[in-house]
């Protein structure tokens, strides 16, 4: 039996020294296949992680396509997370943050790349000189010593620049980025013209729909945070797969392709678990981006409105808001704060503790282990070859660190990338016509919503004609089911009605702000209407300005107008001693603060005459001006031919214009010829009638005073 056993371990042993043998003679091609098995395993898992695969996004495909929640309601956060959604967004993005390969952000990334290659390559020689360093001083060789510091201070030289230049490259990438994402974006939101509508996106994004609150704050933080993180995480990236498959290409070739592959596989299974176990950070950069843009408006509407707010002594209200919003970012905040915390000490502990224990005994395979093909070395050999190795681990393992780090990049990237898709995307369905809008309830309605579902016809004439329109609001509201009437040019029509019941629809529809439902418009086009509310807009700027706007001087000199036919338009509306009064045609003011509401008016007026467009609206636009001004403006409006669209009470104005459309304020309307004359006395005969009623319950108690008197001397 023990010769049994003798000859049996004999018979192993030769077998195994056999298998040495054979596999020392084929270990290099053993080595390259295990180091192309391991770039693949690298690139592929670095692929399945970065695409989200296996990871639910939390919403179904309309939901994520349309930039809902769950439930589908406009302004509900949807679930983002790196999915296929993601890089069909990032995709679309990129196509326009870089036009082409010859473009200037294609050369910036080339450049970037060619530096991240050069900083690998340094890090390389770094590590090797690293072991050079210590076995110089193990062997005490003092001159080899000091020949490699002198090398480790010359390679500082091109070190230094690299990442200098890596670091001034990737923040002109940013800039780049966003010069281009801001561009386009500026000619979608401010662009005249549009594909399948009359521009004007900026109004309908704000008023007729409710996807987008705040598209000033999208359109300044959120896609200078998108260019920023797009920028990073190239680099966070690129430069950490180069790095751990060179790194690892070159600790293969020093302890051996079978330790590292081991190593991989603990590597992984650790990676695995850390990976499920990482939160959402995509989902809570969007939502915090979300809440700071809520916390923003609810400022600006403080700012906007101040003067109200001032007036009613609304400060505890306001404060209170403002603090209910500030309260929703910072519990937000702190959740995510606290979610970090718990994430970064478990990622912390696996990356940097946990996979450095397995390199550690990784670079203690060749002093413990014969490595076949592999000479024995000294001591001072095995030190360099110890310290250059666990450099090489050290950065290896750094890198490794960055690509898992790089998921939580990444998925703060598709945070802002959903934000600034949400603004491309509304803008696209915008110019579409296609609006999300909370409708009121009386448009589920059978009725209502097939008006709602209709869609009339816009004709471009001379004259403006509404032939069966109906007028709804953009929240659904019908305000008229059928709206008919005829104005030709010249002809100035007066339109009176309560409040809330269409005035101000019908001009917006004219404008082409609001959407035809239904019926035939036949109008001119937008630019031959100018409006003038009864608080107008004056914008930064000069004097100058103010009356030409939007022209800027150029546009004035090019149609051959000059500041003296300025102070001539100015004269028309009694304000030509505004010029010497606020120092010239260049002086420049907060002119809403400078000028009193009545001149103001007065400055729309004289903007009207300059520009003398076909037709003028105006919504209570001489309520502020004295009646004898009002008469002068509105003879000289008829003089330049302006055919005048009004909405006023003033009795003044009445004799000025020729029909009416007079709203009964339940949906019923009438329109006809003015006869200013009949109306004033009618209107005189109302007022003396009402007055003499008021004084009815004072002679009925004057006669019941009487009898009293009458009865008491009998």
């Known amino acids: 039996m023990a010769v049994f056993s003798t000859l049996r371990s004999k018979d192993l042993s030769d077998r195994f020294v056999k298998f040495s043998k054979a596999y020392s003679a084929h270990r290099p091609a053993v080595q390259r296949s295990l180091n192309v098995i391991f770039v693949a395993w690298v690139l592929g898992s ?144 401010l662009g005249e013209e549009a594909e399948g509508a009359d521009g004007k996106i900026y109004y309908k994004l704000s008023n007729l729909d409710d996807r987008i609150k705040n598209p000033d704050q999208m359109i300044t933080h959120d896609i200078q945070r998108f260019s920023t993180h797009l920028a990073a995480i190239y680099s966070n990236l690129a430069k950490p797969i180069l790095d751990v498959i060179l790194y690892n290409y070159q600790l293969s070739q020093n302890v051996g392709a079978e330790g590292l592959m081991f190593m991989t596989v603990l590597v992984n299974a650790t990676a695995v678990l850390l990976r499920y176990l990482t939160p959402p950070f995509g989902m809570y950069t969007a939502l915090s981006a979300q809440l700071s843009g809520s916390l923003r408006h609810t400022h600006s509407r403080l700012a906007e409105f101040s003067e109200e707010i001032a007036f009613l002594g609304g400060e505890d209200t306001e404060k209170m808001l403002v603090e209910r919003e500030y309260a929703t970012v910072i519990k937000h905040e702190n959740k995510v704060l606290s979610r970090r915390w718990w994430f970064g000490c478990i990622e912390e502990g696996v990356i940097k503790w946990l996979w450095g224990s397995f390199g550690l005994v990784l670079c203690a395979v060749p002093v413990f282990f014969k490595i076949p093909g592999v000479s024995s070395v000294d001591l001072g050999g095995r030190t360099e070859g110890f310290v250059t190795n666990r450099r090489l681990l050290l950065s290896s393992s750094d890198a490794f660190g960055r690509v898992m780090y790089s998921y939580k990049d990444l998925s703060e990237l598709a945070g802002y990338t959903a934000r600034v898709s ?20 009386s448009a589920s309605t059978e009725e209502n919503a097939e008006i709602l579902q209709g869609r009339g016809q816009v004709i471009e004439s001379e004259d403006i004609q509404f032939e069966n329109v109906p007028i709804v609001t953009p929240n659904g509201d019908i305000l008229v089911r059928s709206l008919s009437f005829h104005v030709r ?153 302006i055919t005048l669209l009004t909405v006023s009470h003033r009795p003044s104005l009445w004799k000025y214009h020729a029909l009416i459309l007079h709203y009964d304020g339940q949906g019923g309307y009438v329109f006809t010829k003015l006869d200013a004359e009949k109306r004033l006395a009618l ?13 009815v319950p004072k002679m009925k108690a004057r006669l019941a005073e009487l009898k009293v008197l009458a009865e008491e001397r009998r």
């Open 46 to 189: 670095t692929y399945r992680s970065l695409s989200g695969s296996g990871r639910s996004s939390g919403s179904s495909p309309s939901n994520k396509k349309k930039g809902k929640g769950k439930a589908g309601e406009p302004g509900k956060p949807a679930r983002v997370a790196v999915d296929a959604v993601f890089y069909q967004r990032l995709s679309a993005i990129l196509r326009i943050v870089i036009p082409g390969i010859r473009s200037k952000e294609a050369l910036l990334l080339f450049m970037h790349s060619s530096l991240l290659i050069f900083r690998t390559a340094i890090s390389l020689y770094v590590a090797a000189l690293d072991g050079k360093i210590v076995a110089s001083l193990v062997r005490a060789q003092p001159l080899q010593f000091f020949w490699n510091i002198l090398r480790w201070l010359l390679v500082a030289i091109p070190a230094t620049w690299t990442n200098s230049w890596l670091s001034y490259v990737q923040n002109k990438l940013a800039i780049a980025y966003r010069t281009r994402l801001t561009q386009e974006v500026m000619k979608q939101y």
């Open 422 to 441: 949400l603004l491309l995307d509304t803008m696209k369905d915008v110019r579409a016509g296609k609006f999300e809008k909370a409708l009121v309830s």
């Open 489 to 641: 040019p010249g002809q100035h029509l007066l339109i009176v009605g309560p409040n809330g019941c269409g005035k101000s629809s019908l001009f917006r529809i004219l404008g082409g702000l609001w959407p035809v439902y239904g019926g035939v418009v036949r109008k001119p086009v937008a630019s031959q209407f100018i409006l003038i509310p009864q608080r107008p807009y004056l914008s930064l700027g000069t004097l100058r300005d103010q009356v030409i706007y939007p022209h800027s001087k150029k546009d004035m000199e090019a149609r051959g107008i000059t500041d003296d036919n300025l102070l001539k338009i100015l004269s028309a509306v009694q304000m030509d001693n505004v010029v010497e009064r606020e120092g010239g045609w260049d002086s420049a003011r907060e002119w809403r603060e400078a000028l009193s509401g009545g001149d103001q008016q007065k400055i729309a007026w004289a903007r009207l005459f300059y520009h003398q467009p076909k037709y003028a609206v105006l919504d209570e636009a001489t309520s502020l001006v004295p009646t004898d001004i009002e008469g002068l403006m509105m003879e000289y409006a008829t003089k330049l031919g």
């Open 683 to 695: 209107q005189e005969e109302k007022q003396t009638l009402e007055a003499k009623l008021l004084e």
